[in-house]
């Protein structure tokens, strides 16, 4: 199957930022779409970014022009630049990956443990 580990998070302070990791591991045939929600406490997990395994980006309007995604393929690992950070960013951030496994004839959807992200003074 396929394991996806975050790592990255932190206490930062406003204005500051975070580099977020995911890299996925395990019998791996194919590795396509991968992004990052969060859910803050008392809220719904929301989207925040999303990356093609050709490149192609997409941002949500709250981190628009702040947060930038990327990945590097060989590695099979997905990052989450976060600057300017805000209060409200604070947040449990989730990787999420499309993959197929060796041997399956399906793609599938893989989540990460979470890794927090708090903004505060």
């Known amino acids: 199957q396929v394991q996806l580990v975050e790592s990255g998070g932190g206490l930062v302070q406003p204005g500051g930022s975070l580099r977020l990791s995911c890299a996925a591991s395990g019998s791996i045939f194919s590795l396509n779409a991968m992004g990052w929600f969060r859910q803050a406490p008392g809220k719904q997990r929301e989207w925040v970014a999303a990356?093609?395994?050709?490149?192609?980006?997409n941002y949500a309007s709250s981190v628009k022009g702040r947060f930038t995604i990327s990945r590097d393929n060989a590695k099979n690992t997905v990052y989450l630049q976060m600057n300017s950070l805000k209060p409200e960013d604070t947040a449990v951030y989730y990787c999420?990956?499309?993959?197929?496994?060796?041997?399956?004839?399906?793609?599938?959807?893989?989540w990460g443990q979470g890794t927090q992200v708090t903004v505060s003074s």
């Open positions: 990356i093609t395994s050709g490149g192609s980006t």
């Open positions: 999420n990956a499309e993959a197929r496994p060796l041997g399956a004839p399906y793609e599938y959807d893989y």
